[in-house]
């Protein structure tokens, strides 16, 4: 298996691995319940945030993939939390993450999270496939997820909450950067 952390870039933004160092880095975020409602861990105290951040540094070993913290670039500020890791429940591997109150309404997620699915995806060593689970009270991150190319594959219920599982496959994700690719070299021809 990988066990290399990427850093990945955007344009404002960079996302690195996070592991047990991170603690105090996470904890504002892990300890936020507005960050952390939507979360299947919730709110977490030191200790939990911990044995997280564990989990997550042992997913990058074995799956060469796994959680980013993500950081604005402009001041090195972290800003919330990104990337792919196992669904208890057996759904799979999904795209998961929160952000500081503070810094949504801005695209950070969007940003983030096409750079995470860019990356998880990718033709050389990349997976087969991604799911997202959301809430369907959670209207801005359905609306990014279909923006991105995930489609609705199921719902169930979590107590009184019906969630939605959204799927993308990398063949689809690969066809649709081919297409934007394409047509940027159109309209960069027909302007000159």
């Not at 913290?69 to 890791?85: Q, S, W």
């Not at 795209?95 to 699915?117: C, D, H, K, N, W």
């Not at 219920?157 to 297409?179: H, N």
Request: avoid cysteine.
């Amino acid at each position: 298996m990988k066990t290399s952390r990427p850093v990945l870039n955007t344009p404002r933004l960079y996302l690195r691995a996070l592991g047990p160092t991170d603690i105090e880095t996470v904890m504002p975020l892990r300890s936020d319940a507005a960050a952390m409602e939507r979360m299947l861990e919730g709110v977490q105290d030191h200790r939990a945030a911990l044995e997280t951040l564990k989990t997550f540094d042992a997913f990058w070993t074995t799956q060469g993939i796994g959680m980013f913290g993500v950081f604005t670039r402009e001041d090195d500020r972290f800003i919330g939390e990104a990337g792919i890791m196992l669904r208890p429940d057996g759904l799979g591997l999904a795209i998961r993450y929160s952000f500081l109150p503070a810094a949504r309404g801005q695209g950070y997620a969007r940003e983030a999270v096409m750079e995470i699915t860019d990356f998880a995806l990718r033709e050389d060593g990349g997976l087969a496939r991604i799911v997202a689970v959301l809430s369907d009270d959670n209207k801005a991150s359905q609306a990014l997820a279909e923006d991105l190319g995930f489609t609705l594959e199921q719902s169930f219920y979590r107590g009184r909450q019906k969630m939605l599982v959204f799927g993308l496959s990398a063949e689809f994700w690969r066809a649709r950067q081919r297409l934007a690719e394409y047509l940027v070299t159109v309209k960069a021809n027909f302007a000159i």
